[in-house]
């Protein structure tokens, strides 16, 4: 999936292209957080088995704990799979670590300025697309506030503000990011009584996906508890990029505090990332992702 040397961006960006791809087929792509090598294994030997693209996605944690040196080996085993994966920073806040990310392979950044008022979120936004334009990067950007914690994420009141469709519309024009977190009653880190069918606001979704999600992809945050037939609701209102964190690693978690100790380490992390692989394998059929790339 290598476009020619002359392709302008973002067509030439692989987290474009592959969300691109999704728009114009109706399907959404899950962003995978990943905390080690075994995270980094199960998405790729997922994708392949599954023909399906996929984006690993790389907190800002793991710049400093790991190293720029394991961001770039996450990138080239990415990148030499047989189905289209790209490598993504989730959730950056900091202004030094967009700074650090901007020197670094990824694919794409989620600059996440929401804690400030809308005119710095903007502005802020702008500047970070401008920027990386030269390094071929391609920007995602979160509008309103996605309450709860999250790691590196500051927990937020319950009041937050959800996205006004009209006011995506000109922040998507004014940014020029690529792809949208919209705040629609999802929660970050679990639900309140209710759960996510209770706190979403599908018409709300349903209406900023109307007007934007056809140029700009739609990315859904909070997903976890959320069931297959929501997933499948919030993908027919635009939601193309779906990031996937406990609902994907919990099995792979429980495994590994089951067998500590009774497996070799070994086994237990080959074991391990059959377990983990299975779980992403499930939710590519969920998306629609699987058989796309054959």
């Known amino acids: 999936m290598q476009p020619p040397k002359d392709t302008p961006y973002p067509e030439s960006n692989l987290s474009w292209r592959i969300l691109n791809h ?45 190293g720029p040196e394991f961001i770039r080996y996450v990138t080239r085993a990415a990148h ?29 950044i989620m600059v996440d300025a929401s804690t400030g008022d809308d005119e710095f979120n903007s502005r802020f936004c702008k500047s970070i697309v401008d920027r990386a334009r030269s390094v071929n990067i391609t920007i995602e950007a979160e509008m309103g506030r996605i309450e709860g914690g999250e790691d590196g994420l500051p927990t937020v009141d319950m009041e937050a503000v959800m996205t006004k469709p009209e006011d995506a519309v000109a922040f998507v024009r004014e940014t020029g990011v690529h792809f949208l977190a919209p705040s629609f009653g999802n929660i970050h880190g679990g639900y309140p009584p209710g759960g996510a069918d209770k706190a979403w606001d599908l018409h709300r979704l349903a209406a900023i996906g109307s007007l934007i999600s056809s140029r700009t992809p739609l990315a859904l945050h909070g997903t976890h508890p959320v069931s297959d037939e929501l997933f499948r609701k919030a993908i027919s209102c635009g939601v193309r990029k779906v990031n996937l964190n406990r609902t994907v690693r919990d099995e792979y978690t429980q495994f590994v505090a089951s067998n500590a100790g009774t497996l070799e380490l070994t086994a237990l992390q080959v074991e391990g990332v059959k377990v983990y692989c299975h779980s992403i394998e499930r939710m590519m059929g969920v998306l629609g992702s699987a058989g796309r790339y054959s």
């Open 80 to 108: 030499s799979a047989s189905v289209p994966i790209a490598v993504h920073l989730d959730h950056c806040i900091k202004p030094d670590d967009v700074d650090l990310a901007l020197t670094l392979p990824f694919d794409s």
């Open 22 to 66: 999704a728009n114009e087929n109706g399907y959404a792509v899950g962003a995978y957080n990943c905390y080690n090598t075994d995270g980094v294994m199960a998405v790729i030997r997922a994708a392949e088995s599954q023909r399906s693209a996929a984006i690993i996605q790389l907190f800002p944690w793991t710049m400093h704990f790991q």
